[in-house]
Structures are given as structure tokens and as C-alpha cells.
């Protein structure tokens, strides 16, 4: 039953969540600014490693496990009972992961960690429960992490990689906003998507980037190459100057080989001749 209720829920935050794509952003940047609430960009900023928190399963663990020197990190910051925007976020997280071709807990990890000390180990489990229940991906237990810690050690985490929000007495609720921050591998913060309504496009080309090119294809790499990130617009952008850099090098490659293939024609071509007119002597001889 409470599977079902798991699927229920998920299937109802997703509609909502593609009810709502178009005006998300509007109905983001109509929430009031709050001073000293937004994104302070740290990038290569060290998070520290003894961190500790609570997983969904009530263990202790420290930001330094999800670091093990080969897979980027997707870090995601929200509370657990937030009314609307961190819903929003994550429902957007739980649709891109079904678009990416990468799976959580494999080639990349994906940690949510609530700013909420007061958020208890019951409310991460059952956040857990009703996202991993949409997420189409075979993958390992805990391929979608949701931590709960305390005031020292979200404060933090908050810290290293600039995440700035606010809680307000008077609504009982907290002033954020919305990011996904990259780490790499190593542990250090590595870039940010600050907008609501990102796509599997960005954050591929955000993870192949955080990994330094260990993870993804050829092309991937190439696309990365290709596009910067663009904090204005909180999108990833084609890079003219990288494009053409690009296109100057398969030129010359191609025209290269097309040398060496005429060159190599023309040998073998030269050496039937003379093999032919080796033949003719020695049987006139």
C-alpha cells in the first residue's frame, strides 16, 4: 500500500510538474528578494570531507564517502517540508534523471541534503521513497542519497559552496534559492545551475564537466568543449570561439587525410606501372 501511495505521489508531483514548466520561472522570479539570500559561487572551494549527516536509513555519514576521486557529485539543497520551490526543484531533478542517459550511484552521485535541522530521518525517507519510486533507472540502493544533519554541519556545507538562504519567523518557512551545485570528484565545487527549469542538456554537460571527461563519450566531450556556462541565463551556451576551434581541427584533419590518401593512390599506382613493365622485359627476354 504504501508502494502504491509512493507511485501516487509521484505520478501527481510530476504532472504538476509538467503542468507547470512554463510558468515556474515566472512564479520563481516573482518570489520576494530576500537580502543575503542567493547563490555566492565558490568554485574550487574544498567541501570538507568530515561533514557528517544522517542518510534515510539513519546512518551516519560524512560528505567525504561521496567523494571517491572518479564520479562528480550533483549536490542539491533542500528542505524536506519546504511548501513549493524545493518541490519544484526536485520534481525537475527527478525528470532530468529519467532523461539522462547516466545513472545515479554509477557514473555520477546524487545527494540532496535539507538546510532544515529541524527535518527528522522519517520526512528524508519518505522523501526518498516517493522520488526513487519515479525514477525509471536500474540502479544501486542508494543511487539518490537525502540527508538530514545539524545546525554546524548544514551550516557548513552551505558555506563551502556558497548556498545562501534565510529562515523566516514570521512565515515559519525558509527564503533560498534554487541550484543544483556541481562537485567534482575530489570534492571541491566545481560549477552551479541556477535556474528552475533546466534540462538533461545541461546537466550532462554540467556532470561531464565537474568529472574533467571521465565520464561520457567522445562526444560528450566534444559537446563540452563546445559550450560554456552561462550564469546570466543559468544555461549552457555554444562556445563560437571553441566551435571553430573545433571545426578548423576536423578540417585539417579531413584535408590531411585526403592528402595522404592521394598521396598513397599515386604510390600504388607508381608501383603497378613499374611491376607491369618488369613483366613485359622479362618476357621479351
Not at 50 to 67: I, P
Not at 231 to 252: E, H, L, S
Not at 254 to 261: D, N, Q, S, Y
Amino acid at each position: 500500500m504504501r508502494r502504491v501511495a509512493c507511485i501516487l505521489a509521484t505520478a501527481s508531483t510530476a504532472w504538476l510538474a509538467a503542468a507547470s514548466d512554463v510558468r515556474a520561472q515566472v512564479l520563481l522570479d516573482s518570489l520576494p528578494q530576500i537580502e543575503n539570500v542567493g547563490i555566492v559561487e565558490r568554485k574550487g572551494e574544498q567541501v570538507p570531507g568530515s561533514l557528517t549527516f544522517t542518510d534515510a536509513q539513519g546512518r551516519t555519514r560524512t560528505m567525504g564517502e561521496f567523494f571517491d576521486g572518479k564520479r562528480p557529485v550533483m549536490l542539491v539543497m533542500a528542505y524536506y517540508d519546504c511548501p513549493l520551490l524545493c518541490t519544484l526543484v526536485l520534481n525537475q531533478v527527478q525528470r532530468v534523471m529519467n532523461e539522462v542517459k547516466w545513472t545515479a550511484g554509477v557514473e555520477f552521485e546524487l545527494v540532496t541534503v535539507s538546510f532544515d535541522h529541524t527535518n527528522t530521518t522519517a520526512m528524508a525517507r519518505e522523501k526518498r521513497d516517493v522520488y526513487l519510486a519515479g525514477y525509471a533507472r536500474e540502479a544501486p540502493p542508494a543511487r539518490w542519497e537525502f540527508l538530514t544533519g545539524d545546525v554546524d554541519n548544514i551550516r557548513g556545507l552551505a558555506a563551502a559552496t556558497g548556498y545562501h538562504y534565510k529562515f523566516l519567523p514570521e512565515t515559519n518557512e525558509f527564503s533560498h534559492p534554487a541550484a543544483l551545485i556541481f562537485l567534482a570528484p575530489d570534492g571541491k565545487v566545481h560549477n552551479y545551475i541556477e535556474k528552475l527549469n533546466f534540462t538533461a542538456g545541461d546537466v550532462r554537460l554540467a556532470l561531464t564537466e565537474a568529472a574533467e571527461g571521465r565520464i561520457g563519450t567522445i562526444f560528450d566531450r566534444i559537446a563540452h568543449f563546445c559550450f560554456t556556462y552561462n550564469p546570466k541565463t543559468g544555461q549552457y551556451t555554444a562556445d563560437a570561439f571553441n566551435v571553430m576551434r573545433i571545426g578548423a581541427t576536423t578540417c585539417g584533419l579531413g584535408l590531411a587525410a585526403f592528402v595522404a590518401r592521394m598521396i598513397w593512390s599515386r604510390r600504388r599506382a607508381l608501383a603497378a606501372t613499374a611491376g607491369t613493365g618488369r613483366d613485359r622485359a622479362a618476357r621479351a627476354g
